[in-house]
């Protein structure tokens, strides 16, 4: 996930981008999403375990991880969202990890939203590990 971080960054570096903050930000910017990409894998591992096949894992994370992808403010500015989809939008984890990279990238507030995307992390974690491990230890093979 590092490799991958640091790979998307240096082409982001190459038609553009820069960052505008000191080198623990940068080093803060490269490490959360690889913390915020592992809790989302144990929610993988734990549709993995309960799968009947192969094929149901990526059908099962699809139908919930695109919709929390595209309903939080990481391509779209939370105005550009319905009033009625705007509460939602708030409080999505891919929101918080997008303002948090936002503000380690440009000097902008991000204490805050580096502190919820780090929580966000350790909840999905916690609750999603030992929801896979019990899941494999009743798992009948």
Request: proline content about 4%.
């Amino acid at each position: 996930l590092l490799a991958q971080v640091i790979i998307i960054t240096f082409v982001g570096y190459f038609i553009g981008f820069r960052f505008q903050t000191g080198i623990v930000s940068i080093l803060a910017f490269l490490l959360l999403p690889v913390i915020f990409a592992s809790a989302f894998s144990w929610i993988a591992v734990f549709f993995a375990v309960k799968a009947k096949a192969p094929e149901s894992v990526q059908v099962s994370m699809t139908s919930w991880l695109l919709p929390l992808t595209f309903l939080s403010i990481g391509l779209v500015p939370l105005e550009g969202f319905p009033q009625w989809l705007q509460g939602f939008v708030a409080i999505n984890p891919v929101s918080a990890a997008a303002q948090a990279l936002r503000g380690l990238a440009t000097g902008g507030s991000a204490i805050g939203f580096v502190l919820e995307t780090l929580l966000w992390s350790a909840a999905i974690t916690v609750v999603f590990s030992i929801l896979a491990i019990r899941a494999y230890q009743h798992r009948s093979i």
